[in-house]
């Protein structure tokens, strides 16, 4: 069986964000597995900060680089020799300097005025289309061409978004025979801000879903509640090649779960949305000011950008007189982190009872992975409530009044919970790897 296979991502380290890891862990575990995995992203990064170290973890991978010039003045400007102001490169100018960051990008600074919106009209209407990667899809399919003729590749991976990937897929399959595996990170014309504002560009980019359906070997997506919103699209005529493969958290970050002493506190990580406002924080407030948990020290941390956390949330704190219940911590490491997660008494999930019940949430991959409780507040029909029932971590907030009494025994540690630890497990990236495999024997 030949195990050559090219995987086509324009997020790969050194970049460092939520978009790089699928693709990420897959090339990493794949290579454990005995199969040879050939990687093609862009050469600049523009918007997203690195970590170089991460390559380290695929050092014997072979990396392409195909050239992507960003279709905005910056591209044009860094392109001509001008200031890099790429956000790695302001954000270490800030550190040098001890400046706050900011950037340089008149669409992003200076979003009000009449040329900034004249700007961003011009952009996402005419140039951007169907996304800003539309000027890497040439050189990515050039080069692609030459790498599957060199290293005798019989099966490319595609993740999407952005739709150029997808188109880039459809090209190389088209050109030269290999099978195509594309994935969906999302259920792309399905939810609004996946796509575009402007009729023109979003038939453009459902032509390139339709066609995706059509023309790829295998359908995977990161949650199962996409195959449910693809059958209903397609009317369920590409369901038997359609498959749901969580993404998986990295085996080799896992911490010991043995002998673990719960701390006092319960985590949400990530970045605490505008829209979820105080619902959850009043209850917290609540139970943490009941005569049952009232100076016990009892404490809500939230990981994740301290600005942005502590800017959304700290009228609320204050108001609720819950300043001293709520620490906030800085990004840290993924090893760090999971370490913070294993030692909560439970993890947090609040997007709220009607947003979002399609969606995976990365971070409770994390959570099911790591086999952590979790107090959540989600849709009553959702693929998180699904995934949490089945992983048996799931303590459902859905009143005030359940979610004060939950708290107080979560704290108390009176709400015994059992992990069904076989399910959980499908959430580690050599799971995610091993699913993957699979559908690649299949289809040659």
């Known amino acids: 069986m030949n195990k050559n296979i090219l995987i086509i991502t324009p997020f790969f380290p050194p970049q460092t964000h939520a978009a790089v890891f699928r693709a990420f862990k897959l090339v990493k575990y794949l290579k454990r597995t005995g199969w040879n995995p050939i990687v093609l992203t862009v050469n600049r990064n523009y918007l997203y900060l690195e970590d170089p170290d991460l390559l380290d973890e695929v050092q014997d991978v072979p990396i392409y680089q195909a050239n992507y010039i960003e279709p905005t003045l910056r591209g044009l400007r860094m392109l001509l020799g001008g200031e890099d102001t790429s956000l790695k490169a302001i954000t270490a100018k800030a550190k040098t300097i001890g400046a706050q960051s900011k950037s340089t990008d008149t669409v992003t600074s200076n979003k009000q005025s009449l040329f900034g919106k004249f700007y961003k009209y011009i952009l996402d209407r ?13 050189s990515a399919v050039r080069m692609g061409r030459k790498i599957i003729k060199e290293h005798d590749i019989s099966i490319i991976y595609t993740t999407c978004l952005p739709f150029t990937s997808n188109r880039i897929g459809m090209r190389l399959k088209h050109l030269t025979g290999v099978k195509w595996v594309a994935d969906f990170r999302d259920p792309t ?56 493969i969580p993404t998986g958290v990295d085996d080799d970050y896992l911490p010991s779960f043995q002998n673990r002493e719960k701390e006092n506190y319960i985590i949400f990580v990530g970045e605490y949305l505008h829209e979820y406002k105080d619902n959850f924080l009043k209850i917290f407030a609540e139970a943490v000011n009941s005569k049952e948990l009232k100076g016990k020290g009892c404490t809500l941390k939230i990981v994740g950008n301290k600005n942005i956390n502590q800017k959304q949330t700290e009228e609320f704190v204050n108001d609720l007189g819950i300043c001293n219940n709520v620490e906030y911590i800085n990004h840290v490491p993924q090893r760090k982190l999971y370490e913070l997660i294993v030692n909560a008494k439970a993890a947090v999930l609040i997007p709220g009872h009607t947003a979002l019940w399609w969606t995976n949430f990365a971070k409770m991959v994390d959570y099911i992975a790591l086999q952590v409780p979790v107090l959540a507040m989600v849709p009553m029909t959702s693929e998180a409530r699904t995934e949490l029932i089945k992983a048996g971590i799931g303590i459902f907030i859905d009143t005030p009044q359940q979610g004060v009494t939950v708290i107080k025994q979560v704290f108390s540690e009176k709400f015994p919970m059992t992990a069904n630890k076989e399910y959980c497990r499908r959430y580690l990236a050599s799971q995610q790897t091993k699913s993957f495999i699979d559908i690649f024997q299949k289809i040659q």
């Not at 005419?126 to 040439?138: A, K, Y």
């Not at 359906?213 to 209903?232: E, P």
């Open 126 to 138: 005419w140039i951007q289309v169907p996304d800003r990667f539309r000027f890497w899809e040439r």
């Open 189 to 244: 014309t399905y939810a609004k801000r996946m796509y575009s504002d402007y009729f023109p560009v979003f038939a453009k980019q459902k032509k390139i879903e339709q066609d995706t359906f059509k023309y790829a070997d295998a359908i995977t997506g990161l949650s199962g509640a996409y195959l449910n919103i693809f059958n209903d699209l397609y009317e369920g005529r590409y369901s038997n090649k359609s498959y749901f």
